[in-house]
Structure formats: structure tokens, C-alpha cells
């Protein structure tokens, strides 16, 4: 079944042609960092009108890099929510007209179920996906725990209650001046960093809590940002390297040892890791640091000991990590083969900035 995915919930255009929820014929992204650098962050409207420019070149050039067209794709999928209301209607409009327009079946999709399912892209006959899971997602505006039964199932285990950890890395590379977007530039400046020069704090949520907080964590590194300003005048490149290492790492740890005490009490059989963040080198070797290493720290900094130790799992191309159309295709094929019955013929879907994929 091949499905044609679209995807404008931020501030990216993209569209992409997979078959059966994993073989990538083409995904297309025309990217708006450049235009949001200058501004530090996504402007809505300035996106919106981006989306509105590049929507039909981009689809156009995801058939053509297929070598289809429309009559060869089997369904339309589209981020329905969550996002940006005003970026997710342009995707919306744009997709429910294609469907009404050739007469096939219209997708919706929850664009956090497209992450997850980002890591089905390329699955190798030879090592399939096994279930149960529980995955780690991990963006600028997103930041859960979610456990997978089987396809399509999805259960909040726990999720973050400010700010999501790509947000909170795009503010402190903000404060250390370091630009947008934060993520890949924390990443890189860390590289050269000392972890452990500034114990930064871990929010306690509760012994049980599989919640998240990193509003402290940034208060801290603004704190520390806002002394060295008082002492020095000015911030030196060990400064910044050793304060955005030693950031990296406190939130690496805290989304590690969430993930792998969620893994051992539900005895998953693999962990996930998913959204723009799961691109993260560091939290990539933490994560399998401690599942070779059979440990993990609970929420009092104890040491636990692994017994079931799970499989990792994330997506190789990087590319399937950050904000993508194949993602959502992947996502519309097991939405599909699980109830085809809904999806007989098109039906008009508005966009749902708030949509929640949980029951």
C-alpha cells in the first residue's frame, strides 16, 4: 500500500511516499530554520505563509522523486494535531482537497503517533520490531512516556509538565548565545565540554512519577550564566562548553533513567527513542551505556540493577527523528490495516492543534 504523507504541524513542509509503513520511495522537507533564526523561534504566521508557498512544490517533488503519481498512490495521510493551528490547517486544507479531488482515502494523524512511528521507517524483515515497547519521546514541544501493547496502542505512562526537553534545549542555548535552534548547537558545543563541572539539579517528582520537569533545570543554568556575568563580564568558550555539557547531561540522565525504570516495570522486550531530541548523540549513549551496563538511578539517585534488560531502538537517518512526512505515512499504514473500515472514502477532518492520541 503506498501512501502519500504530509506534514506542516510546525515549521516544516514536507511530504513523502512510503510503502507498507516502512520502505521510503521519497520525503521531501523544505526547512524554515534559516527563516527562524532570525527571529529565535517559529513565528506562526511567518510559518504559516511558508507552508502556504512550498505545499505543492514539495508534493509535487516527493511524486516525482517516487517516480508516481497520484494515480499510483493508494491513500492520503496528514498531520491533523498537535501543532501550530495555523501551520496544521495549511496541511489539512491541502490534503483534504487532493483526497476529495482523486477520491481516495484520507488519513489523519497524531503527529507524536508519527514520531513513534518514524522507527518503523527502514525495519529490516530480518530483525522486526517486537512488542510490547515503551518509547521515549522527546521534542521541542513534546516530552512522554508511552508504552505499545501492539500497533496503534498507546498508553501514557508519563509525560512533561512545563517545559519539554528540545525547548528547554533551545532556551539554554539562548541564554548562552549560542542561537536556534538549540539542540544540535548544545550537541555540538558540548562535545568539547567537562559534564560534571556543574552538578545542575534533577527535578523529583515523586517516587512513582513518570513525569518530567526541566524548568528548573534551565533556571539553574541561567543562574549560572547570570554569576559568571557578575565575576568575568563576559562568558569564555570553556565557560559555555563545560555549562552546555553539564546541561546536556543532567537531561540526558533524568530521560535515560525515566525510560529504563518505565522499561523494567512494564517488562518491555525494547526501548524507543523518538523526536527531534532522540538525535541526540549523548542521550543515545547514555541509554545504551546503562542497558549494557544493566543499571539505571531512580528517582533518589539510587543505583538500580537491570534484570530485563530491553532492546534499543531508535532511527538511524536523523532525518526521521526531527519533523517529517514519511513519518506520518508509516504512522497512516498501521492506522489503516488496523480499521480499513474507516478510511472507505474521503471525509472532510479539521485541524486539532491539542489532539491527543491517548484514550
Not at 112 to 123: D, P, Q, R, S, V
Not at 327 to 334: C, N, R
Not at 346 to 351: S, T
Request: with cysteine.
Amino acid at each position: 500500500m503506498k501512501i502519500l504523507g504530509i506534514e506542516t504541524s510546525c515549521d516544516e513542509t514536507a511530504a513523502a511516499v512510503v510503502e507498507n509503513g516502512t520502505i521510503v520511495h521519497s520525503n521531501v522537507i523544505a526547512s524554515q530554520i534559516d527563516l527562524h533564526h532570525k527571529t529565535g523561534g517559529v513565528v506562526p504566521e511567518v510559518a504559516a505563509r511558508e507552508h502556504v508557498l512550498k505545499i505543492t512544490p514539495v508534493i509535487e517533488e516527493a511524486l516525482q522523486i517516487a517516480g508516481m503519481t497520484l494515480n499510483d498512490i493508494d491513500a492520503i495521510a496528514v498531520t491533523q494535531g498537535p501543532g501550530l493551528l495555523s501551520s496544521l490547517v495549511i496541511g489539512v486544507t491541502g490534503a483534504s482537497a487532493l483526497s476529495m479531488a482523486t477520491g481516495k482515502p484520507l488519513i489523519p494523524v497524531n503527529h507524536i503517533a508519527g514520531h513513534i512511528y518514524a522507527n518503523w521507517l527502514g525495519e529490516k524483515p530480518e530483525d522486526p520490531i517486537q512488542f510490547p515497547a515503551m518509547v521515549l519521546t522527546v521534542s521541542g514541544g513534546h516530552n512522554e512516556l508511552v508504552y505499545m501493547k501492539s500497533h496503534v496502542s498507546f498508553q501514557l505512562i508519563g509525560e512533561t509538565l512545563d517545559d519539554a526537553a528540545g525547548e528547554a534545549f533551545d532556551k539554554v542555548a539562548r541564554i548562552l548565545g549560542l542561537g536556534y535552534p538549540g539542540g544540535p548547537i548544545i550537541s555540538r558545543v558540548a562535545v568539547n565540554g567537562n559534564r560534571k563541572r556543574f552538578p545542575f539539579p534533577q527535578a523529583f517528582m515523586g517516587k512513582d512519577s513518570y513525569d518530567f520537569s526541566f524548568s528548573g533545570l534551565k533556571t539553574a543554568v541561567l543562574n549560572v550564566v547570570k554569576e559568571e556575568h557578575a565575576h568575568e563580564g563576559v562568558l569564555s568558550e570553556e565557560f559555555v562548553a563545560d555549562c552546555a555539557a553539564s546541561f546536556e547531561e543532567t537531561a540526558c540522565q533524568v530521560l535515560s533513567n525515566k525510560l529504563l525504570k518505565a522499561a523494567q516495570q512494564y517488562k518491555v522486550k525494547e526501548v524507543h527513542l523518538a523526536g527531534g531530541v532522540s538525535a541526540n548523540r549523548r542521550l543515545r549513549a547514555v541509554v545504551q551505556e546503562k542497558i549494557e551496563g544493566k543499571y539505571f538511578f531512580d528517582a533518589s539517585e539510587k543505583k538500580v540493577a537491570i534484570t530485563h534488560a530491553p532492546k534499543l531502538r531508535f532511527a538511524e537517518n536523523i532525518t526521521f527523528c526531527t519533523d517529517n512526512a514519511a513519518m506520518i505515512a508509516s504512522t497512516a499504514f498501521f492506522h489503516y490495516k488496523k480499521a480499513p473500515h474507516h478510511y472507505i472514502k474521503p471525509f472532510p477532518i479539521l485541524a486539532d492543534p491539542n489532539m491527543r492520541m491517548y484514550a
